[in-house]
């Protein structure tokens, strides 16, 4: 019977990387995955008669979606602390974002959606890098 094993495990040995070096790979799994998604939005926006008012949403859950992806690569790439560093993913991430709106958009507010966006950012990080440990 064929057991299951991390993605990382060569010839019964854990594979690591340098912390950072992981955490920069994630990061761009996590745009790689964005720039996919964005572009499905794009064509379904395209070919489908949807309204406008939804774009923000499938964006922010697309952004989501790929926090996640990005960690559960990070998680099954670490020994320990998989939630942390997918957490810091996370943070990352969105801080990445949050620095590019304000750059592209000067007339933008800081406000408290700022740090809800954290929070949640925060939160799938540390799901998919517990997810990714556990896998």
Same mark, same amino acid.
């Given at each position: 019977m064929m057991r299951?094993?991390?993605? /990382?495990?060569?010839n019964g040995m #854990?594979?690591?990387s340098p912390e950072p070096l992981v955490l920069c790979r994630g990061l761009l799994v996590t745009m790689a995955f964005s720039f996919?998604?964005?572009l499905f939005n794009t064509l379904l926006f395209?070919?489908?008669? #949807? /309204?406008?008012?939804?774009v923000p949403y499938f964006i922010f859950g697309f952004t989501l979606i790929s926090i996640l992806v990005g960690s559960v690569y990070i998680g099954k790439r670490v020994e320990k602390k998989g939630w942390l560093k997918g957490g810091m993913l996370g943070l990352i991430y969105v801080l990445i974002l949050i620095i590019l709106s304000f750059t592209c958009l000067p007339g933008l507010a800081f406000n408290l959606n700022i740090f809800t966006k954290l929070f949640i950012g925060f939160?799938?990080?540390t799901i998919g890098g517990i997810l990714g440990i556990n896998s």
């Open positions: 299951k094993t991390r993605s /990382s495990v060569q #854990l594979l690591t996919i998604l964005l395209f070919f489908f008669p #949807l /309204s406008e008012l939804f939160a799938f990080g």
